[in-house]
Antibody
Framework: QVQLVQSGSEVKKPGASVKVSCTAS????????VSWVRQAPGEGLEWMGW????????TYAQGFTGRFVFSVDTSVSTAFLQISSLKAEDTAMYYC??????????????WGHGTLVTVSS | DIQMTQSPSSLSAFVGDSVTITCRAS??????LNWYQQKPGKAPKVLIY???SLQSGVPSRFTASGSGTDFTLTISSLQPEDSATYYC?????????FGQGTKVEIK
């Protein structure tokens, strides 16, 4: 069965960096893009962007350029989200999703369990 | 960016009731509208894709319709396990955007 397993919670100080992993199983990793979705505490869902797992080409939503980097390692079917120069407002749950192509469009059909990143001095 | 607006922001209903959530897009998204359910402390899961198609394994009491800018999600015969927050999301064009969510509570 399809699974996306994310790395564990992180607590970081402002200015530090964090790298979140998302390891896929149960399907061909390079056949589907991976999106990243942020959810701040008590807030809604925000699409950060996605990465073509075949080419490694990322696309970032506005507001997630510069300090945010998506990457993949196809040898271990894993997508990564790296955030640098962390700020308190980066405190959130970060989800990876598998994006399924259907009839001309995509939807997020499987989600990781989420990785909580806490930024605090 | 396409703005997605849900109403109401929250609702409360009895077990067995039928409830409807509305999602409006700031411009047409044709049929490229999805619905997700998120229970407290859990990741979201997809209920409906391409406006009205039920994701495998989702109970048939969840139905949805709409096209263009106006969409609805209906839960008929509300069950205790339906207590959750529901989000609409457009995948017509990037950046994909979500509604702000509708919290459904059971009386």
């Amino acid at each position: 069965q399809v699974q996306l397993v994310q790395s564990g919670s992180e607590v970081k100080k402002p200015g530090a960096s964090v790298k979140v992993s998302c390891t896929a199983s149960g399907y061909t990793f390079t056949s589907h893009p991976v999106s990243w979705v942020r959810q701040a505490p008590g807030e809604g869902l925000e699409w950060m962007g996605w990465i073509n797992t075949n080419t490694g080409n990322p696309t970032y939503a506005q507001g997630f350029t510069g300090r945010f980097v998506f990457s993949v390692d196809t040898s271990v079917s894993t997508a990564f989200l790296q955030i640098s120069s962390l700020k308190a407002e980066d405190t959130a749950m970060y989800y990876c999703t598998r994006d399924y192509y259907f009839s001309g469009f995509y939807y997020m059909d499987y989600w990781g369990h989420g990785t909580l990143v806490t930024v605090s001095s | 960016d396409i703005q997605m607006t849900q109403s109401p922001s929250s609702l409360s209903a009895f077990v067995g009731d039928s409830v409807t959530i509305t999602c409006r897009a700031s411009q047409s998204v044709t049929k490229y509208l999805n619905w997700y359910q998120q229970k407290p402390g859990k990741a979201p899961k997809v209920l409906i894709y391409v406006a009205s198609s039920l994701q495998s394994g989702v109970p048939s009491r969840f139905t949805a319709s709409g096209s263009g800018t106006d969409f609805t999600l209906t839960i008929s015969s509300l069950q205790p396990e339906d207590s959750a927050t529901y989000y609409c999301q457009q995948s017509f064009t990037t950046p994909w955007t979500f509604g702000q969510g509708t919290k459904v509570e059971i009386k």
